[in-house]
């Protein structure tokens, strides 16, 4: 049994992104019951699971589409603030982490539960897709760039520490060589964990696949590796402030020799030792940063959620 499972919480998506298939290919946004969710994460835990991923292609919009319950009046919604709540109470569960979000879509509500549940990693998988006005509207993504950037901070500003990783397309029908420079000042100013970079590709049946396919593949390229080395620097130089620092990780496995897992933020860790440590939390000590892995010494055994 792994360490880390996910839990699909939501299927299919509202938004209408026009250059992807998800709402072609799966439909509007079906959320299965809270009641459903905690059952198949119990059940999970119990066979060894230390960590639950809720997935969602949007997962911030969960329990719109289901009935208001409960005896108060007036009766309520589930939300995802709410599902983690009851997700979080499950006993031998680490840690809880959720994706997709939407930056349109994520509320205070969600941030403040990340806050106050302790099981609840502090890591916003935020695709901005890019970091020109126009594109985004093109795209219909439904923010600008002004509002992903004052999300990123509100969330900073609530939950120090936090890491943020994004998805970015590069080379969008009609993007130009300026615009493509605003999402890199956008990343510049942002400084996100990690960056997920792609080309734009047509994908038939989408409204952006009525746009002229227009910025020549090399040139595509030539923007996905200036998003990529601003990147590699830009995360070098976060990870690099954790040299010396104590690390709480949650082992997955042995790898080549060292013990594999991932920090809260997501940051992944590698570390020898001749303990037993899959599926427990050590603390570890980092001694070497680079801008994909940190390797470290363990200290002790972390307890913090161990039941």
């Known amino acids: ?3 880390s499972a996910e839990v699909t919480a939501m299927m299919g998506c509202d938004r209408h992104c026009t250059y992807c298939l998800v709402r072609l290919r799966r439909g509007p946004g079906r959320s299965r019951t809270p009641e459903e969710i905690v059952a198949e994460a119990q059940a999970l835990v119990q066979s060894g699971v230390r960590e639950i991923a809720l997935l969602g292609q949007n997962i911030d919009a969960y329990g719109r589409d289901l009935p208001e319950v409960g005896q108060a009046l007036p009766p309520v919604r589930p939300t995802l603030a709410s599902l983690l709540r009851q997700v979080h109470d499950i006993p031998g569960l680490l840690r809880l982490r959720f994706l997709t979000s939407h930056p349109a879509d994520l509320s205070d509500e969600v941030i403040q539960a990340v806050a106050e549940l302790p099981k609840v990693c502090p890591h916003w998988e935020l695709p901005v897709q890019a970091g020109d006005d126009e594109v985004l509207r ?5 923010y600008t760039a ?3 950037l004052a999300l990123v901070e509100r969330i900073r500003a609530r939950l120090p520490g936090s890491s943020i990783a994004t998805d970015v397309i590069v080379g ?6 300026e615009q493509f420079e605003r999402t890199l000042e956008l990343l510049r100013a942002a400084r996100l964990d990690a960056v997920h970079v792609a080309c734009y590709s047509v994908r038939p049946g989408t409204p952006a696949a009525r746009l002229p396919d227009d910025v020549p593949p090399a040139e595509k390229e030539r923007r996905r590796q200036a998003v990529e080395a601003l990147q590699e620097g830009v995360v070098g130089e976060i990870n690099a402030r ?4 104590e690390v709480e990780v949650l082992v ?17 860790v590698f570390f020898q030792d001749a303990r037993e440590w899959r599926g427990r939390l050590a603390r570890v000590r ?6 994909w892995s940190l390797q470290g010494e363990a200290v002790e055994e972390g307890v913090r959620g161990e039941t």
């Open 138 to 142: 093109r795209m219909g993504r439904g």
């Open 252 to 268: 997955e496995e042995l790898h080549r020799g060292k013990w594999k897992g991932r920090t809260a933020t997501n940051k992944l």
């Open 242 to 245: 954790l040299l010396g620092q």
């Open 286 to 291: 980092i001694t070497k940063t680079g801008p």
């Open 1 to 3: 049994m792994p360490v």
């Open 172 to 177: 969008f029908p009609g993007e130009t060589a």
């Open 146 to 148: 002004a509002e992903f």
